[in-house]
């Protein structure tokens, strides 16, 4: 790799840092504990992207791909593994149901608006929904969640009306931070993706940005950007619902792929927009 690279990639590698560190120090994670993480991440990933065809890859060889001793490489894969399988299946599933009762026309009215339903009683009821689009799990469990995050309220009849159209986890900081590693991830693939020379059908990656924006144009943008990003995301759920099998059983086609589509919102002053490390060490 030539010196340019590697400056370019350790310039892009200190920005994807910085708001990481952050967060981390937030919440009491050491340094200690993010280089056993980082160790655990170079030592599975050479692992398993980069065996060579064919054979199985050596402690021997993922030491030399990833600069560790193969005694740190040994105690890297005798660690347990970091998961958060219990907060990616609590968010998949709240949001199958919303899909759902937006999508599915028994749990709808005749203009296509999702119904206010009833718990139990009746073909069309929460919970037979909870049981359609979110299999064994206690309806009771992902209502109780739903009316925590404030997506589901009940109203005086005792009906449920679905409030958001969207699952976001405001309070739980467990959950806001598995979105943090699944969305970032996301963003992170698809640039990898565009990077990859080989590859010839590159991945739609875009922003808008403006850099000398007065204070009193934010909340206008902030409202404008939340309004359109939200019709258009629901436009994309609908076509993807259709075919996701989940969801419709009856969507023909072969294998079993992960797509979509993100949209976020960023603002800050300019000053601190960019790495500013070396007029702090100046």
Partial sequence: MSKTLVQALSAATLRILRPLVRV?????????????????VYVDVATKDFAIPGRKQTVSRVSVITGLSRKEVSRVQDLPRPDDAAEEERYNRAARVIGGW?????YQTPNAEPRDLVFEEGEASFSTLV???SGDVPARAILDELIRVGNVERLEDGKLRLMSHAYIPEESEVDKL????????????????????????KYFQRKVRYDNLPDEALPAFRALSAEKAQKLLEEFNVWLAKRDRDINPLAEGTGQNVAGIGIYYFENPEGESRDDSDEQNK
């Fill in 24 to 40: 981390l120090l937030r919440n009491g994670i050491s340094y200690g504990t993010f280089a056993d993480l980082a160790k655990w």
């Fill in 102 to 106: 937006l999508l599915d026309e028994a």
């Fill in 131 to 133: 049981k359609k689009y």
């Fill in 178 to 201: 598995y979105i943090l590693g699944a969305d970032t991830s996301a963003l992170i693939s698809t640039i990898d993706h565009n990077l990859d020379p080989a590859v010839e059908r």
